[in-house]
Nanobody
Framework: VQLQASGGGLVQAGGSLRLSCAASGKLVGVRSMNWYRQVSGEQRERVAQITPGGLIHYADSVKGRFTISRDSAKNTVNLQMNSLKPEDTAVYYC?????????WGPGTQVTVSS
């Protein structure tokens, strides 16, 4: 299984972006689908999580601005990011945790200008 994220880019503060992550191959035994972000020199931070049962968790820094969703039939997980701030600038990674292990996408750059 490979993950491929898309939708990153450059946006002004207050703008929106939508990230999508598509999985090639069949995902079996999924425990959660996640979006992480990482700023150079800092630890990777989980910003949103969704479980097969529909439980959703957000980092405090993105609550009320970001929305995670999944399409099981299409094997995709999305992150709608609104009211973006310069501090949201990072490389965003999609992640799937399954019974057999964890999968990571290569990351997509999100840059928010002030």
């Amino acid at each position: 299984v490979q993950l491929q994220a898309s939708g990153g880019g450059l946006v002004q503060a207050g703008g929106s972006l939508r990230l999508s992550c598509a999985a090639s191959g069949k995902l079996v035994g999924v425990r959660s689908m996640n979006w992480y972000r990482q700023v150079s020199g800092e630890q990777r931070e989980r910003v949103a999580q969704i479980t097969p049962g529909g439980l959703i968790h957000y980092a405090d820094s993105v609550k009320g601005r970001f929305t995670i969703s999944r399409d099981s039939a299409k094997n995709t997980v999305n992150l709608q990011m609104n009211s973006l701030k310069p501090e949201d600038t990072a490389v965003y990674y999609c992640n799937v945790v399954a019974i057999v292990g964890a999968y990571w996408g290569p990351g997509t750059q999100v840059t928010v200008s002030s």
